[in-house]
């Protein structure tokens, strides 16, 4: 058989699905620490937020790349990441619901106990990525605009003008963006250790510290994330 068959066969199976979204999985995870990173620069001021906010968009790269192509390189790769692992959980979900078959039925003494977290996986995951298109027309695209014409404005007050209180759509952002935060800190406090565990890094020994770090990972994005909005919200940034 060619190689190249058995590979693209490889990967159609449940633990070549498992494989590619772990692997994708943690390079999302990877980014949203950065992305997190970044967004906590509001607390230095607008130099300091608008400077990054720059860099990121023309400058990273240059002058290896012209400006402004790494952003959009960036971009392709992030996505194609994030088809990678939405697309592996959707052919992972169909094949174990097939393979329950439609009568299934979990009877008192088979019921276990679900994590909170797993239990929020496919849920959490739908929500994040309606989320994330919500998330691009509003910072990016611009198309999205929360208390303020965003094309006159940096990107400091375009996060200033969107998370104060004064009307009742910063507040519906402030509200979205809050549970958007919730649901990827679960994701990632479970989805992490799954990851590596499915990579081949949770031997037995390791597993207390895995766990604990992919706990870290989700406490670090819950209050990284949520801290530059409520600090705008309840007027310690302005």
């Not at 996505?79 to 393979?99: I, P, S, T, V």
């Not at 208390?147 to 759509?169: C, K, Q």
Request: hydrophobic content about 55%.
């Amino acid at each position: 058989m060619d190689t190249s068959l058995k590979q693209k066969r490889g990967l159609q199976t449940t633990v070549g699905f498992k494989v590619v979204m772990a692997f994708s999985g943690i390079v999302l995870v990877i980014f949203v620490l950065f992305h997190m990173y970044g967004n906590l620069k509001m607390f230095f001021g607008a130099e300091s937020y608008n400077h990054y906010a720059e860099w990121l968009k023309h400058d990273l790269l240059y002058p290896i790349l012209p400006h402004g192509w790494f952003i959009w390189i960036f971009r392709i790769c992030l996505l194609l990441f994030l088809l990678g692992h939405a697309g592996a959980a959707a052919c992972l979900f169909l094949r174990n619901r097939r393979a329950r078959g439609s009568h299934y039925k979990v009877t008192k003494g088979s019921k276990k106990k679900v994590p909170l977290a797993s239990r929020t996986m496919k849920i959490g995951g739908i929500f994040l990525l309606i989320f994330i298109v919500f998330h691009i027309l509003h910072f990016t695209a611009l198309a999205i605009q929360i208390g303020g014409d965003y094309h006159a404005l940096t990107p400091y007050e375009r996060m200033i003008v969107s998370f104060t209180p004064d009307n009742w759509a910063s507040v519906a952002a402030l509200v979205v963006y809050t549970a958007a935060v919730a649901f990827l800190s679960f994701h990632v406090w479970h989805g992490a250790f799954s990851a590596l565990a499915t990579l081949g890094a949770a031997r037995t020994g390791a597993q207390p510290f895995l766990r604990g770090l992919a706990a870290l990972c989700g406490l670090a994005l819950l209050i990284g994330f949520l801290a530059p909005p409520y600090a705008i919200a309840f007027g310690f940034i302005s």
